[in-house]
């Protein structure tokens, strides 16, 4: 749904992680994934079409719980090298480089992209990645 249009390209896909639950632990384990784009699309054109894709997938983000569960959250990580602090967008995302749910996935793709000066592998070096298991390919 995303890459579907001729303004995103998907440039890589990482495998589907199942990972424990993270903010509200008492929920199922999340199943997460991570993509490289090339996009013709502003920072905040593509939170707006991710945010699309989530509600045609079911999410209704005034009727949860932080951090509870929901049905998708497509997440933007980074935008090239762009450093962006606005009421509705933050890049790199503030968090990722702390998040093994993050970082496992991204190091699949990316794993010497540097973000905020510090390769992805090697954050993910730094970080407790123990109960993230990768899944079969479907």
């Known amino acids: 749904m995303l890459c579907s249009q001729a303004d995103i390209r998907l440039l890589a896909r990482s495998s589907d992680y199942r990972t424990p639950a993270w903010g509200i632990e008492d929920q199922p384990a999340f199943i997460n994934a991570c993509l490289q784009l090339e996009t013709s699309l502003t920072p905040h054109q593509l939170l707006a079409r991710t945010q699309s894709v989530e509600r045609a997938l079911g999410r209704e983000r005034g009727r949860e719980?932080?951090?509870?569960?929901?049905?998708?959250?497509?997440?933007?990580?980074?935008?090239?090298?762009?450093?962006?602090?606005?009421?509705?967008?933050?890049?790199?995302?503030?968090?990722?480089?702390?998040?093994?749910?993050?970082?496992?996935?991204?190091?699949?793709?990316?794993?010497?992209?540097?973000?905020?000066?510090?390769?992805?592998?090697?954050?993910?070096?730094?970080?407790?990645?123990?109960?993230?298991?990768?899944?079969?390919?479907?």
């Open 65 to 138: 719980q932080r951090w509870g569960p929901r049905p998708i959250d497509i997440d933007l990580l980074a935008y090239d090298d762009l450093t962006l602090q606005t009421a509705d967008l933050t890049l790199p995302h503030p968090r990722l480089l702390a998040r093994a749910f993050v970082l496992v996935p991204l190091a699949e793709i990316v794993p010497e992209r540097r973000i905020c000066g510090v390769r992805v592998r090697d954050a993910l070096a730094r970080v407790d990645a123990s109960g993230i298991e990768r899944l079969a390919p479907r």
